[in-house]
């Protein structure tokens, strides 16, 4: 289905995708904020809020794991400060936080940041941040597999949506960089 601007909608799943900056009113302010700015044509397919975790969003809408990324943060410390940060990884992985993110972020301790946290400071609902509209401050992990895809469904910064954007974009972002084995396979 094509929109007034030529726009092709995605199929993903058994979702409606429309042009994102069509609908506002299903993202979080910071999100909706950014959007003018991004390089390419963002989607947005409204859900049922209970529907928003990675396992049932998949299951209820049938968009592959594969095609889906989820936006972790983690508050990464060193002494008495404090790094917010985000990682963004495919559905299928878990962010190497331990690890990869620790070192690359310069922390002797990294972890799940709290959610009282991660919901104030990112101004978006726990279950549906996603790392577009971040505060600029934030790095932005990105994976590889992440900057690569095509097309990948993430949060819209509430959990009554879900946005579909290209990988570039999401490379692209303020603070991103892409990190090579950021996604560790689950298991």
């Known amino acids: 289905m094509s929109d007034d601007r030529g726009m092709t909608a995605p199929v993903l799943g058994s979702l409606t995708w429309v042009p994102a900056t069509d609908r506002a009113d299903?993202?979080?302010?910071?999100?909706?904020?950014?959007?003018?700015?991004?390089?390419?044509?963002?989607?947005?397919?409204?859900?049922?809020?209970?529907?928003?975790?990675?396992?049932?969003?998949?299951?209820?809408?049938?968009?592959?794991?594969?095609?889906?990324?989820?936006?972790?943060?983690?508050?990464?410390r060193r002494g008495a400060e404090t790094?917010?940060?985000?990682?963004?990884?495919l559905a299928t992985t878990r962010a190497d936080v331990n690890g990869l993110v620790r070192r690359h972020l310069g922390a002797r301790k990294a972890s799940f940041a709290p959610q009282d946290?991660?919901?104030?400071?990112?101004?978006?609902?726990?279950?549906?941040?996603?790392?577009?509209g971040l505060p600029s401050s934030w790095p932005v992990l990105v994976d590889a597999a992440v900057a690569e895809a095509e097309l990948l469904v993430?949060?819209?910064?509430?959990r009554g949506s879900k946005l579909a954007v290209p990988g570039a974009v999401l490379a692209g972002l303020p603070g991103a960089v892409v990190l090579e084995g950021l996604g560790q396979p689950v298991g």
């Open 26 to 76: 299903l993202l979080a302010a910071p999100v909706a904020a950014v959007l003018a700015g991004l390089t390419a044509p963002v989607w947005v397919a409204e859900i049922d809020d209970d529907l928003a975790d990675t396992a049932a969003f998949t299951d209820a809408y049938g968009v592959p794991a594969a095609a889906s990324a989820n936006c972790v943060v983690v508050a990464a």
């Open 117 to 132: 946290v991660a919901v104030a400071e990112s101004g978006m609902a726990y279950g549906g941040i996603t790392p577009v």
């Open 154 to 158: 993430v949060g819209s910064g509430t």
């Open 83 to 89: 790094t917010l940060a985000a990682c963004l990884v």
